[in-house]
């Protein structure tokens, strides 16, 4: 898979970005990058910026993000992309916590910003990467504003918005234009340099404050609604609240200060889930 090149500070970008042609602002994410495509054997493939992962090899903090994908993805759809377009390259953020806590009931695990095109060696131009995302059954990114004018278009004097995934500042914007071209604003309202802090308690702990039975209701609704009405298994409720759990807070589970590990983290979920379902059940 083709790697995801670096972008650069507005102020560094190449001087052709700013002086013609039109503009995408689209919403910086703070997480982790994810690149995906489609093998001749129909079977998607995985990586994070620079890296291809073997299929049994996903590290631990992605498996939430690529587990979504195989789920959501419309694998025909993707199949006719490529077919019309050649080899594609899909990127998008792994949405599980660096700094900012967004509403993770809400923001998917996987959220796509732009698309590759083998056979051109380019990226396909925003508007048409986001109908392809989009079509493929994926989110995609917040776009802030289409089209404008590069002319009149200043970075240094733009102020970032609202992030469309919490109720703060978004990480930055990415601009982009149709040739290729891209740089970062960043936001001056967000330290993501602050990163979390580590847990303060044990596993057994953690997992009451953190797995609610509002949590395990909403999971409990959504696989029901995605199974057409028929009800989830134990197991497949606990494999959503784990994920859940670890989108928000693997920066905190993993912290070198932090008196938990994953497994022992894991093992408190499942024991708090299946408690809180057999309540509900009962009701």
């Given at each position: 898979?083709?790697?995801?090149?670096?972008?650069?500070?507005?102020?560094?970008?190449?001087?052709?970005?700013?002086?013609?042609?039109?503009?995408?602002?689209?919403?910086?994410?703070?997480?982790?990058?994810?690149?995906?495509?489609?093998?001749?054997?129909?079977?998607?493939?995985?990586?994070?910026?620079?890296?291809?992962?073997?299929?049994?090899?996903?590290?631990?903090?992605?498996?939430?993000a690529v587990r979504h994908v195989r789920e959501t993805?419309?694998?025909?759809?993707?199949?006719?992309?490529?077919?019309?377009?050649?080899?594609?390259?899909?990127?998008?953020?792994?949405?599980?916590?660096?700094?900012?806590?967004?509403?993770?009931?809400?923001?998917?695990?996987?959220?796509?910003?732009?698309?590759?095109?083998?056979?051109?060696?380019?990226?396909?131009?925003?508007?048409?990467?986001?109908k392809v995302v989009e079509g493929i059954g994926l989110?995609?990114?917040?776009?802030?504003?289409?089209?404008?004018?590069?002319?009149?278009?200043?970075?240094?004097?733009?102020?970032?918005?609202?992030?469309?995934?919490?109720?703060?500042?978004?990480?930055?914007?990415?601009?982009?234009?149709?040739?290729?071209?891209?740089?970062?604003?960043?936001?001056?309202?967000?330290?993501?340099?602050?990163?979390?802090?580590?847990?303060?308690?044990?596993?057994?702990?953690?997992?009451?404050?953190?797995?609610?039975?509002?949590?395990?209701?909403?999971?409990?609704?959504?696989?029901?609604?995605?199974?057409?009405?028929?009800?989830?298994?134990?197991?497949?409720?606990?494999?959503?609240?784990?994920?859940?759990?670890?989108?928000?807070?693997?920066?905190?589970?993993?912290?070198?200060?932090?008196?938990?590990?994953?497994?022992?983290?894991?093992?408190?979920?499942?024991?708090?889930?299946?408690?809180?379902?057999?309540?509900?059940?009962?009701?």
């Amino acid at each position: 898979m083709h790697p995801y090149p670096p972008i650069p500070d507005a102020a560094d970008a190449p001087d052709e970005l700013f002086d013609q042609g039109h503009l995408w602002l689209t919403e910086k994410l703070d997480g982790a990058h994810l690149r995906l495509t489609l093998r001749d054997t129909g079977v998607l493939a995985f990586g994070d910026r620079n890296r291809d992962w073997p299929d049994d090899q996903v590290p631990e903090e992605y498996r939430h993000a690529v587990r979504h994908v195989r789920e959501t993805v419309d694998r025909a759809a993707l199949q006719d992309a490529v077919d019309s377009a050649g080899d594609l390259v899909v990127y998008g953020v792994a949405m599980h916590r660096q700094t900012i806590d967004y509403d993770w009931d809400r923001v998917p695990s996987f959220v796509g910003f732009d698309v590759w095109r083998a056979d051109r060696d380019a990226f396909l131009p925003p508007d048409i990467a986001e109908k392809v995302v989009e079509g493929i059954g994926l989110a995609s990114v917040n776009t802030f504003d289409r089209e404008v004018p590069a002319k009149h278009f200043d970075p240094e004097g733009y102020e970032v918005p609202d992030s469309a995934w919490y109720d703060g500042p978004a990480a930055g914007v990415v601009v982009k234009n149709k040739r290729g071209l891209r740089a970062a604003i960043e936001s001056d309202r967000v330290d993501l340099q602050e990163g979390p802090t580590p847990v303060d308690a044990s596993a057994e702990e953690f997992a009451e404050r953190v797995v609610t039975e509002g949590m395990v209701r909403r999971i409990v609704r959504d696989l029901t609604d995605r199974a057409g009405g028929s009800p989830p298994r134990p197991e497949a409720i606990h494999q959503r609240a784990v994920d859940r759990v670890f989108r928000a807070e693997y920066g905190r589970i993993t912290h070198h200060e932090s008196p938990v590990d994953p497994a022992a983290v894991t093992s408190a979920v499942a024991g708090r889930v299946h408690s809180l379902f057999q309540r509900i059940d009962s009701t």
